[in-house]
């Protein structure tokens, strides 16, 4: 049976004549084709909404660490354009330093083909996908909405002048719809970090591309809280800069200089773009009604590294897992139940990580050196950078198990 079909036949009262979906979910990023497959293998009808056509750039260093690779559906294969063994770290461009490792530390992946895999898998647990539709809005009460089970969710097609809409409905939503998320906004989620990241895709002649075969670089930045990459893809470069929203020509120039430091400013950029970054407060709501929001749209993102396709593969895992409970929620009260447990799950594993990434991003704004000269010179810290990127461990276990550690971060955490 289809998806369309199954959305025929599911539900019960004035919203089954109209076909509702058990699962909407908005946007087909990581988040939300995550969020689309887990609810798909419940065999409940789920709808993909994506506005742009896939595949599609999203600007994003591709990094893939440890739990990003543990929350992949099974059996997916990552398109993996480089395995890093090594990083070179440098404080603005001095007391550069290279650390090596026997073991793969992480994968490097190319977005477009990554997420479109993604959603492949989606589909293939039974989403259906629709692309070019780009939602304007999700209604919760109102004449667009036929009952209190369904929501109504306003698609603009595109058409000849830009302005065709449908509605389509759904006993539950998930909003994935990335940093800039409409249906962020509708859930009101509230954010206590904005940042601007800023990157360069540029292809580079065979010789310069084997020096950077399997390593990256990391650069901690001029600005508070800034630092700048390069990942290798192969034949091109992935090189970008992030920092605190505000000052956009300072990070521009943060970017330029990185670039020309590197004598990578002869070559053309095949892409050069920005993207904002936002992490929830720690009080921000995760749902309102029967919408759940998940991945950059609810601001789940490790504050420090800014680090975001696991937050948005395993809060979509969940909010689809929660979206489907939601959907067979006969009343308000037990929908909002459901929701509150998603909320609990989120809170309790990427909350906590959160919480000690925004420590961490304090000491890192305070003392940028102290921290290279720890991470270059201290093989324990090395060692504990390479279990995190590997997936062994986490900060927050860190924090937890390493006295030196806590302590470094309560000396942060004074004014
Ligand atoms: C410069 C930079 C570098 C980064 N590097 C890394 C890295 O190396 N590793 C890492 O783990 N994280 C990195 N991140 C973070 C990571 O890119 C994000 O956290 C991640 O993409 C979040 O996934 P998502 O699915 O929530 O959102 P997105 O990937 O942004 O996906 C949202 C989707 O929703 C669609 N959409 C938006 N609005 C609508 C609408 N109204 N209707 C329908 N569809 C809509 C969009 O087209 C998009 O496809 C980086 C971020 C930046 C800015």
């Known amino acids: 049976m289809s998806g369309e079909q199954a959305a025929q036949d599911s539900g019960t009262g004035d919203g089954e004549a109209l076909g509702v979906w058990d699962v909407v979910v908005i946007g087909a990023g990581p988040a939300g084709a995550s969020a689309a497959h887990a609810a798909a293998l419940t065999g409940r009808s789920v709808l993909l909404l994506e506005k742009a056509e896939l595949p599609r750039y999203k600007t994003c260093g591709g990094g893939i660490i440890g739990p990003s690779r543990d929350s992949l559906p099974p059996g997916f294969e990552l398109p993996l354009r480089d395995r890093v063994h090594a990083v070179t770290f440098s404080l603005n461009g001095r007391l550069t330093r290279t650390k090596r490792s026997r073991q793969m530390l992480f994968g490097l992946i190319n977005r477009p083909e990554f997420d479109a895999g993604l959603v492949d898998a989606a589909r293939e647990a039974g989403a259906t996908v629709r692309t070019?539709?780009?939602?304007?809005?999700?209604?919760?009460?109102?004449?667009?909405?036929?009952?209190?089970?369904?929501?109504?969710v306003v698609v603009s097609t595109g058409g000849p002048d830009g302005k065709r809409e449908e509605t389509v409905y759904a006993r539950a939503v998930v909003g994935a719809d990335g940093s800039a998320s409409r249906i962020g906004a509708h859930v009101g989620v509230k954010l206590d970090q904005v940042d601007l990241g800023l990157e360069s895709e540029i292809p580079v002649p065979a010789s310069v591309a084997e020096d950077w075969a399997g390593r990256v670089l990391i650069d901690w930045g001029p600005l508070p809280g800034s630092y700048g990459w390069v990942f290798p893809k192969g034949d091109s470069l992935t090189v970008g800069v992030i920092s605190a929203r505000g000052d956009g020509s300072a990070t521009k120039r943060y970017l330029d200089d990185f670039v020309a430091r590197l004598g990578l400013a002869g070559f053309e950029p095949s892409v050069s773009s920005g993207h904002l970054t936002r992490c929830r407060s720690d009080d921000s709501p995760l749902s309102r009604g029967r919408v759940l929001v998940c991945g950059d749209a609810a601001g789940l993102l490790e504050p420090w590294t800014r680090e975001g396709i696991s937050y948005a593969l395993r809060s979509?895992?969940?909010?689809?897992?929660?979206?489907?409970r939601i959907a067979e929620a006969h009343d308000a009260v037990d929908a909002r139940r459901q929701a509150l447990n998603y909320a609990f799950a989120v809170k309790a594993g990427l909350g906590v990580e959160m919480g000690v990434g925004r420590r961490m991003l304090a000491l890192f704004e305070k003392r940028p050196g102290v921290l290279h000269a720890v991470l270059t010179t201290f093989p324990p810290a090395w060692r504990a950078f390479a279990g995190i990127t590997r997936g062994k461990s986490s900060l927050a276990e860190l924090v937890r198990t390493h006295p030196i550690a806590r302590r470094a971060l309560e000396a942060a955490d004074r004014p």
Not at 133 to 152: F, S
Not at 316 to 324: D, K, N, S
């Open 316 to 324: 979509g895992r969940l909010a689809g897992e929660w979206a489907v």
């Open 132 to 152: 070019g539709a780009t939602v304007v809005r999700v209604e919760q009460h109102g004449p667009g909405v036929p009952d209190r089970r369904t929501v109504a």
